[in-house]
């Protein structure tokens, strides 16, 4: 059963265009929503959250946005460049099931900006 | 910030064989967490370490299987044991530090 979904196993942009990365999830205990940047041979790196209270964050070129009716979030990357080439997870906190307070991935999605 | 790290950064191993991969954090931190990423898998909590006391193991994980050792604060192992080419994985130890969730740069498995 998978709890965090991120349909789009990759996509390409390009550059200076807006990225919108997409993630859905199933549980309604999750109440803390993280998007990480993974390079290849690197392990994931934070890049922005937000919290279940709140619709939107921003952080620079970076927004997540989050609609709790529609257990949807998504990252928007404008304008997106080439360095942002990798792969992103969406990833949530909360129990589920009994089991303890937890980090849950998504499968990723590959973004590819091309110049 | 916090830097992670681990070693070995990748391995061969043979089927049958063990092996033990160590995650230093440049911190002091309560919990470390060990995942697995499969091919085309989502990152996979294995077990949480809490230095003190056992590992608490996700369903699908067990003592056997992924021992775990945490003997401070900045330290703890993941072993794989008696692998099998299903073992073939990235595996990353991970720690919150100040709210912020710190990977380390994986351990690459290959089971020949």
């Known amino acids: 059963d998978q709890q965090v979904k991120q349909n789009s196993p990759s996509l390409s942009v390009q550059e200076g265009r807006i990225s919108i990365l997409n993630c859905d999830y199933t549980?309604?205990?999750?109440?803390?929503f993280l998007w990480y940047k993974k390079y290849p041979a690197e392990g994931p790196t934070f890049l922005i959250s937000?919290?279940?209270?709140?619709d939107k964050n921003e952080d620079g070129r970076f927004t997540v946005f989050l609609n709790k009716s529609a257990k949807h979030l998504s990252l928007h990357i404008v304008p997106s460049q080439p360095g942002d080439s990798a792969v992103y997870f969406c990833?949530?906190?909360?129990?589920?099931?009994?089991?303890?307070?937890?980090?849950?991935f998504g499968k990723g999605t590959l973004l590819t900006v091309n110049p | 910030s916090a830097v992670i790290s681990q070693k070995p950064s990748r391995d061969i191993c043979q089927r049958g064989t063990s092996l033990t991969i160590q995650c230093q954090v440049d911190?002091?931190?309560?919990?470390m967490f060990w995942y697995r990423q499969q091919p085309g898998q989502s990152l996979t909590l294995i077990a949480t370490?809490?230095?003190?006391?056992?590992?608490?193991?996700e369903s699908g994980f067990v003592i056997d299987k992924f021992p775990i050792s945490r003997p401070n604060l900045t330290f703890s192992t993941l072993t794989v044991s008696n692998l099998s080419p299903e073992d073939s994985s990235i595996y990353l130890c991970?720690?919150?530090?100040?709210?912020?969730?710190?990977f380390g740069p994986g351990t690459r498995l290959t089971v020949t």
């Open positions: 991970s720690a919150p530090v100040s709210d912020e969730q710190y």
């Open positions: 549980n309604s205990m999750f109440d803390y």
């Open positions: 937000i919290s279940s209270i709140k």
């Open positions: 990833a949530a906190f909360g129990s589920s099931g009994g089991s303890n307070y937890k980090l849950t």
């Open positions: 911190s002091q931190v309560t919990m």
């Open positions: 370490a809490n230095q003190g006391s056992e590992a608490t193991y």
